[in-house]
């Protein structure tokens, strides 16, 4: 801007300052800009008409920020909005107060020895948590809890005890009156593993155990699963039953075995006549070192001796027996037995 213009402006200026205008609506009149009406009023040591029309003075503002108002007080106080207040602020450098705090420290402290998180204090002192919490901080005290999940309204020891006996968290939960997500929080910090859905108690498992009842017999009397019933049968130190391995319990003595074996049955009639599975006459018959005898045997020792007295071929002692010929001659071979010479 030329000097001769400025000299034109200046008392235009200074006129129209004194009618209360602001530099925008100055700058209009004159066909300037509000930024050149700015400077040259700084020039002419005359202050901005802006606190004149917002209603209040920056002293104003200033006293009632010192006093650790927020803007939103401040704008209610002075009959203006927050964002008035707020550009006044900003312009005079000054920081924003925080929430207005409404309660003393020692109501922070008793509310937190009884055990309240932050979100509860809050509540009883009409306050954020987010303002307890940093007061909290600032007077060293820990966080009750977990700030996310409900309370805790119960003792490790009554966490423990429950856990021993098998409960899930959720059934655990039920019982202390909370959400399963603090037992489970509480359960970590413990370490202990979380328990499998179990549908029976310790004194069930043991009860049917004595009866000398397998894993897999169990769990179909409980209704759950043969791994289930193990997990708590090894908890309990109870030993296997003899037939968790997936056979049948032996139901007979090596004596009864050696007695049909040496008359010639195989295991599976042995089994048959002794009300057991195959599979454990076979795994006995091995122990007491046995060999196995063909499934294709129909015939008893005695019953070729006494027909090979009677001085039959193998062919003829076949035919009386149903076997093939060949059956008869191992057979007769093993026993020490020689074969008749041909008429």
């Known amino acids: ?5 400025r000299r034109f402006i200046e008392p235009k200026i200074i006129e129209l300052h004194a009618q209360g205008l602001l530099d925008r609506e100055i700058g209009e009149k004159l066909g300037t800009s509000s930024n050149t009406v700015g400077v040259l009023r700084r020039k002419l040591g005359l202050k901005s008409n802006r606190s004149t029309l917002i209603g209040f003075t920056d002293q104003q503002l ?4 010192n006093q650790g108002l927020v803007d939103r007080v ?8 927050s964002s008035t207040v707020w550009e006044s602020r900003v312009r005079l450098g000054l920081k924003a107060n925080g929430i207005p705090r409404i309660f003393t420290d020692q109501q922070l402290i008793d509310l937190h ?3 309240l998180t932050d979100s509860k204090i809050a509540e009883k002192l009409g306050s954020s948590s987010g303002l307890v919490w940093k007061h909290r901080k600032r007077l060293g005290l820990k966080t009750n809890g977990s700030n996310r999940v409900r309370a805790r309204v119960f003792t490790d020891q ?8 098998g409960l899930v968290d959720r059934e655990i939960a039920e019982k202390l009156g909370v959400h399963q997500t603090v037992v489970c929080t509480h359960r970590n910090r413990l370490g202990l593993k979380a328990n499998g859905i179990r549908r029976f108690t310790d004194q069930q498992l043991i009860d049917l155990h004595n009866q000398g009842l397998i894993d897999r017999e169990i769990g179909e009397k409980l209704g759950s699963s043969r791994a ?6 090894k908890r309990l130190g109870l030993k296997t039953n003899p037939r968790d391995r997936g056979v049948d319990a032996r139901i007979f003595s090596d004596k009864q075995l050696m007695k049909l074996y040496n008359q010639g049955f195989n295991d599976r009639e042995i089994a048959e006549k002794l009300g057991a599975s195959h599979t454990i006459v076979g795994r006995h018959r091995r122990r007491l ?3 196995a005898i063909g499934s294709n045997r129909r015939f008893t020792d005695q019953q070729l001796i006494n027909l090979h007295k009677l001085g039959l071929y193998d062919k003829e002692i076949g035919k009386k027996l149903g076997v093939h010929r060949a059956s008869v001659t191992r057979r007769r071979n093993r026993l020490g037995l020689k074969t008749h010479p041909r008429h």
């Open 1 to 5: 801007m030329g000097h001769s213009k």
């Open 62 to 65: 200033i006293d009632l920020h």
């Open 74 to 81: 401040i704008g209610e106080k002075l009959g203006t909005s």
């Open 113 to 115: 020895k009884q055990g």
């Open 158 to 165: 009554q966490l423990i005890d429950l856990h021993e006996q």
């Open 228 to 233: 289930l019933v193990g997990i708590y049968r």
């Open 289 to 291: 070192g046995l060999k």
